[in-house]
């Protein structure tokens, strides 16, 4: 149970002045992005970890004869007077003439309520504005004043001001005021970070960091070297790798067991594989059986880039588990690559005599019951399906191994909660394709033993990238229609423009109406709002070449795997996080054809984004890749926040706080070694953190070994 000393932060925020019902479902959606339940409201912490992105020094103070040509100053002066726009003509702003005796300075406001404006700015009172500084015609004016208050007020304007993050609907001074009365509610907390480390970088305690945040006063205090910052930043990953060494260790505490098979089944799955193993894979499916035949338990990652062939490593360790008389489960996270690792699976395990079971949020009624019984008997071997596999109804006979496949989806929360389905002696190995760079894979994963699969299948041709200019879409489409003639099968990409799925969807659909009416019959249409039966069939028609034109927002995006598809087109691809861009051309290029992606950017383009672009045509190594892209964007745009479920991170940045990643992870594993159920004082406080950052599962692993 969370301790109490930290209710007031995990009180909701509608308590705030000003805060009101519509401001919170607003905050919590802007805030709690990850959480992302339906309904969730805002509490006081989410408040204080937004951070600032910046800020406005307000401090400069010139006379009005002095005033620069640009930047922001506060200035002293008295309200000379109005002149209202001519009530015809709504486009001639109001202005108020304000002087100190020393010049004159204009106070500049379009569309605004005339009412307002004199109730602010009376005639003959002095007053105190601050803003950006104009000169229109060779006189000095300020347009909307970022505040004007009387002298009692003064003093208690933040004359330097944070600068938050802010999101459509949310009013700069309504967050300020928000995060200022949210700061009150701060308790004091016991230290969890080591004194001597805090002195060595000279950082703050937690609350003092907190308010050096939202109440700078320098203008560095907010950078990202700030100690504040730097401070806060370690606390995150310190929390997050803390987490994930308790995860590991209460893993490995629990007894393993020996699944070391006949190897009988794996050999007529291979017998039936139209192809034969990498070299990679053969090494990766070795090390695998080697860790499921100790008896510790084994707790794997597979990485392999896009393509690379994972399933079949997944599949054969899986039929190790079978044969040793236990079952397997392979999770994913969509209920597309459910449905499609099921139909793999299900063909080759045939050969085998493997019985597969699919089992999905779809399934309902009669069919779930009938898998659920075949589940708890034992008669089926291998389940397949999406995180529906967690639900308490979900009983296995004998569950051996889990593999968890595009693992970067799901959180360490699910993970656990598979964990604990799956009792103590499950083994684990856990797949994914994104590549990602080892600080991030530290921060999801922690220390986990790992395979690569380093090559990809003999005979795959490179992709031929090329970046395009929308508006030449329409050579673009001619070319893809010479391409389908051949017949060539193609993914038409949707752009994300915004990260809602609304807008996304209307731009597919007209995409997908105007591509419909050229290429009659041949094209279909798939997005994530859709029934589950017609994506289906949409997905087999694609599959079977009945269509050969797939229009569809990101939902392909990862492991579909249809080999004869040969072109990718993705629209407003500057859009997309490299990663993501990726994994989407790695749904060409999987079988012998010579397969082509046209990434269309829209003009004009920045030199960033020109420079990630130009990326994607000079390499398919996923590593590289995603290497640049975190050089280039933040952490958490690299692998698209809202989509990745990635415990990602609210106030580290891995693109400037990368560096202390290794260190949290020595600490964390250090803290461990001599405190593992964390009774010290040191080990207390830092239970206070796990909290506080809301890793309350990893706790409970605390109380439960
Ligand atoms: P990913 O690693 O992206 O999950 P998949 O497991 O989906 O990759 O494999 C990609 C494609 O490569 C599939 O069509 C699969 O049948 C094929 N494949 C896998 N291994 C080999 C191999 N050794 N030789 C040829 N094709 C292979
Ligand atoms: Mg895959």
């Not at 300020?176 to 700061?183: D, G, V, Y």
């Not at 051949?486 to 994300?496: E, H, I, K, S, T």
């Not at 012998?592 to 398919?620: D, N, V």
Request: proline share 6%; net charge neutral; aromatic share 4%.
């Amino acid at each position: 149970m969370r301790p109490p000393l930290l209710n007031p932060l995990f009180a909701g925020a509608s308590g705030l002045k000003g805060i009101g019902e519509k401001l919170d479902k607003l905050l919590a959606r802007f805030l709690r992005p990850v959480q992302g339940t339906p309904g969730a409201t805002t509490r006081i912490i989410d408040l204080l970890f937004h951070l600032p992105s910046g800020l406005v020094d307000r401090r400069f103070r010139p006379r009005i004869a002095d005033l620069p040509r640009e930047g922001v100053v506060t200035v002293e002066a008295t309200v000379i007077r109005h002149r209202p726009p001519p009530p015809a003509n709504k486009r001639i702003p109001y202005r108020v003439e304000v002087s100190d005796g020393t010049g004159v300075l204009s106070l500049v406001f379009f569309h605004a309520y005339a009412e307002t404006i004199r109730r602010a700015l009376p005639e003959g009172e002095t007053r105190f504005i601050s803003g950006k500084i104009d000169w229109f015609n060779g006189e000095p004016q300020v347009a909307h004043p970022d505040h004007i208050v009387a002298g009692e007020e003064f003093g208690r304007m933040p004359l330097i001001e944070p600068v938050y993050p802010l999101t459509e609907g949310l009013s700069a001074k309504v967050l300020a005021r928000s995060i200022a009365q949210a700061l009150e509610k701060l308790p004091d907390l016991p230290e969890w970070q080591d004194q001597a480390y805090l002195q060595r970088h000279g950082w703050p305690s937690f609350g003092t960091a907190l308010k050096a945040m939202h109440r700078p006063e320098t203008p560095s205090a907010t950078g990202p070297d700030a100690p504040a910052r730097r401070r806060l930043a370690y606390d995150e990953l310190l929390a997050n790798q803390l987490a994930l060494s308790l995860v590991r260790a209460s893993m490995k505490r629990a007894q393993g067991r020996r699944l070391a098979g006949t190897g009988d089944l794996r050999a007529k799955l291979i017998r039936a594989l139209p192809y034969s193993l990498t070299a990679a894979q053969a090494g990766a499916v070795e090390e695998i059986l080697r860790d499921m035949a100790s008896d510790d338990r084994m707790l794997r990652l597979l990485q392999g880039d896009v393509g690379s062939g994972k399933t079949v490593v997944a599949l054969l360790a899986l039929a190790a588990a079978v044969e040793s008389g236990a079952q397997g489960a392979l999770m994913v996270p969509t209920e597309i690559l459910a449905r499609q690792h099921h139909a793999t699976l299900s063909k080759l395990c045939e050969a085998a005599g493997i019985q597969v079971t699919l089992l999905t949020g779809r399934e309902k009624g009669k069919p779930r019951e009938e898998a659920l019984a075949r589940i708890a008997s034992g008669a089926t071997n291998l389940v397949v399906g999406t995180h529906a596999l967690f639900q308490d109804d979900v009983i296995f006979h004998d569950l051996g191994l889990v593999v968890i496949d595009e693992q970067h989806r799901f959180g360490v929360h699910q993970r656990l909660a598979l964990q604990a389905k799956a009792g103590g002696a499950t083994d684990l190995l856990v797949m994914t394709a994104t590549p990602i760079p080892r600080t991030l894979a530290l921060t999801v994963y922690g220390d986990m033993d790992v395979s690569k699969l380093t090559e990809k299948p003999a005979g795959r041709l490179p992709v031929d990238t090329r970046v395009i200019p929308m508006s030449r879409v329409d050579d673009v489409i001619e070319g893809l229609s010479r391409s389908m003639a051949q017949g060539n099968r193609a993914y038409w990409v949707c752009p994300l423009v915004e990260e809602s799925e609304q807008v996304d969807l209307a731009a597919a659909e007209d995409r997908f109406l105007q591509l419909a009416s050229r290429f009659t019959g041949k094209t279909g249409l798939v997005h994530g709002r859709m029934k589950g039966p017609d994506k289906d069939r949409v997905m087999a028609q694609f599959k079977d070449g009945t269509l050969t034109l797939l229009v569809s927002t990101t939902v392909i995006e990862v492991g579909v795997d249809v080999p004869e598809a040969t072109v990718m087109v993705i629209e407003n691809a500057e859009r997309f996080g490299l990663a993501q861009l990726h994994q989407l051309r790695g749904r060409v290029g999987r079988g012998t054809g010579k397969s082509s992606c046209l990434l269309l950017y829209q003009e004009p383009l920045g030199e960033t984004a020109k420079a990630r672009l130009s990326i994607m045509r000079e390499t398919e190594d996923g590593f590289r890749i995603a290497e640049e892209d975190l050089k280039l964007r933040g952490a958490g745009e690299m692998l698209g926040t809202r989509q990745s479920g990635l415990p990602l991170f609210r106030m580290a940045d891995l693109s400037t706080d990368g560096d202390l990643l290794a260190t949290a992870r020595d600490d964390a594993q250090l803290v461990l070694s001599r405190d593992a159920k964390l009774t010290t004082q040191r080990g207390e406080a830092l239970r206070i953190l796990l909290y506080l950052f809301e890793r309350d599962e990893a706790v409970r692993l605390l109380a439960a070994g």
